[in-house]
């Protein structure tokens, strides 16, 4: 018997699983990011904030196939990005209407190498709204050598990414040096498109651009794909009509399987079991977990979640952590839910850490 | 932006500072789930934004966010639909079975309480974290539930009952002056707040 009576051990116990509450410093963050912040949006950096966020800025080379080379410019100085403020530009030509306009940095920067305080950089204002996607980063793709009337464009993917590495909107620009300052010369795809650009590939005088089509709650609805061309020396660009690469994977066409392994680790692992290729990016929803990108029992070494075709009979698994012993499971456990949302049919263990769909069977790429 | 506006901003924006940690809490008790506490607190102070001077004109501005971020639990959670596929981790196999207690009954009898909170109604959890988390007479409770005080008695009565069920207590027998209190008062809906005799 307990020496406690019900009421006294009840109070103990709430206050006990009052320390399992999660940090509050993430939610302030966001709370800040989604209220106050938007007032500042429109306001000035000071010099030392613009050079603190020049200096953090990092550069991941990525090889997306065709002529051109993308470069991802990861802005690790915004964690949150509509509190970083608009950067000072030289010619707010493009954008200027919007409070939320942050600017993009568009240096012509060497492979891998850090971007310097002071460098070459040319700021390019930039109109897209990272709003609803408080906590978490803007990535610039950059497709180099759109070679028009002997001039130099670059196609610009500008996306905004959520902390646990998801693509959450983007927008297309083509960019131009006209006076030795770089202007946005036509926006290809806007925002309001609901995209996720996912890849850019071509040069000469067209260019296609591979993305992901986001139903309306940001679930991958499909891959597709478009390709701009210009036919008067890059003053506008036609788009083609747009090509359905695959359709996202759903429960029903997947053959799922969740096993327990040593240490208490959870692999769910999918094939598609369709005649047709499917496409599977994001992270299963279980009970208790926290996206990550990587940890012990696997994830991926990328800075985004990995968009995979899945060809018939492919396999893509996720990997959990388990629940931290002194953090409680839900009482009632949560079916597992693909990134589209849909439910599989198989039920859930509570995890703590939970990463994204990673090609093949092993959890890790 | 404005003045006002302005000042509305920092009110807020060290309010959120300081109380985030404490709300968190609260929403965590209510929804059990760190990522939900999280959307929570996150969704009900941003809905109370672009409201915040009806915040600060509240004589307890806290008590005036809880409220909020009570009702919004209750409201979410009417609108979610249920689910009730379960994990039995000694078989690592998954099946499908309808709601019912928990079975953790055999841990030991606080994981048994916690686990019991989880089964509880909403409403029931609410009230309960309410009065015995933060403390709360029952008129508060009433009050943040929008509720008569005769509801959260009963809420909570049954609350406690089904909770007694996985334990031994020290009040077991004799029965606790709250449990009295509360089984007669529903049984002559006097109101005790007042200072009725039991």
């Known amino acids: ?365 | 932006m404005g003045k006002p506006r302005r000042a509305a901003d920092e009110h807020f924006a060290e309010f959120v500072r300081a109380n985030t940690a404490a709300l968190l809490k609260t929403a965590y008790l209510l929804t059990r789930d760190p990522v939900d506490a999280e959307e929570l607190v996150q969704d009900s102070l941003v809905w109370l934004y672009p409201r915040w001077q009806q915040v600060q004109a509240a004589e307890h501005q806290l008590a005036y966010v809880r409220k909020a971020v009570t009702n919004r639990f209750l409201a979410g959670k009417r609108r979610m639909a249920a689910s009730e596929i379960r994990f039995d981790p000694t078989l690592q196999t998954f099946t499908e079975q309808p709601a019912g207690p928990d079975e953790a009954g055999e841990v030991d009898e606080r994981m048994a309480i916690w686990a019991e909170l989880g089964s509880l109604s909403d409403r029931q959890r609410a009230a309960v974290v309410l009065r015995f988390f933060h403390d709360l007479p029952d008129d508060e409770v009433a009050q943040v539930l929008d509720c008569r005080v005769g509801t959260v008695r009963s809420l909570i009565s049954r609350s406690l009952s089904a909770l007694r069920a996985r334990g031994t207590f020290a009040d077991d027998g004799a029965g606790s002056s709250y449990l009295r209190n509360v089984t007669n008062s529903d049984a002559s809906q006097r109101d005790l707040s007042k200072g009725e005799p039991a």
């Open chain 1, 1 to 365: 018997m307990s020496r406690n009576s019900l009421p006294d051990e009840l109070r103990s116990v709430l206050l006990q699983h009052s320390f399992d509450a999660p940090d509050a410093d993430d939610t302030i963050t966001r709370i800040l990011a989604d209220t106050v912040s938007q007032q500042l949006a429109g306001r000035r950096p000071n010099h030392r904030q613009l050079a603190a966020g020049l200096t953090a800025a990092a550069v991941i080379v990525l090889g997306l196939g065709g002529v051109g080379i993308a470069k991802l410019h990861h802005d690790a100085g915004s964690a949150s990005s509509a509190s970083r403020g608009s950067v000072n530009s030289p010619a707010p030509a493009f954008g200027s209407q919007d409070h939320n306009n942050k600017g993009m940095n568009l240096a012509p920067l060497p492979g891998g190498q850090g971007l310097a305080s002071g460098s070459t950089s040319i700021v390019v204002p930039d109109n897209l709204s990272c709003a609803t996607t408080p906590g978490g980063k803007r990535l610039y793709t950059q497709l180099d050598d759109i070679r028009l009337n002997g001039q130099t464009d670059q196609v610009v993917a500008a996306q905004c990414v959520s902390a646990n590495g998801v693509r959450t909107s983007s927008q297309v620009y083509v960019v131009a040096e006209v006076s030795g300052i770089r202007t946005i010369r036509a926006t290809v795809i806007p925002q309001s498109a609901g995209i996720s650009v996912v890849s850019l590939a071509g040069g000469s005088d067209q260019f296609s651009v591979e993305y992901l089509r986001l139903a309306t709650a940001g679930a991958p609805e499909s891959l597709q794909r478009q390709t701009f061309r210009t036919t008067d020396g890059g003053a506008s660009y036609q788009g083609s009509a747009t090509e359905t690469v695959a359709q996202a994977c759903r429960a029903k066409i997947l053959a799922a399987s969740l096993a327990g392994e040593a240490g208490g680790r959870y692999r769910l692992q999918v094939r598609n079991s369709s005649g047709s290729a499917c496409v599977l990016t994001g992270y299963p929803s279980l009970a208790g977990g926290t996206q990550t990108l990587r940890g012990p029992a696997g994830g991926t070494r990328a800075e985004l979640v990995p968009v995979l075709t899945l060809a018939p009979g492919a396999v893509a698994t996720a990997a959990a952590e388990p629940l931290a012993p002194h953090q409680p499971c839900p009482a009632v456990a949560k079916p597992v839910r693909l990134p589209d949302g849909s439910a599989l049919s198989a039920g859930a263990p509570c995890v703590g850490q939970v990463h994204p769909f990673v090609a093949g069977s092993s959890g890790s790429d």
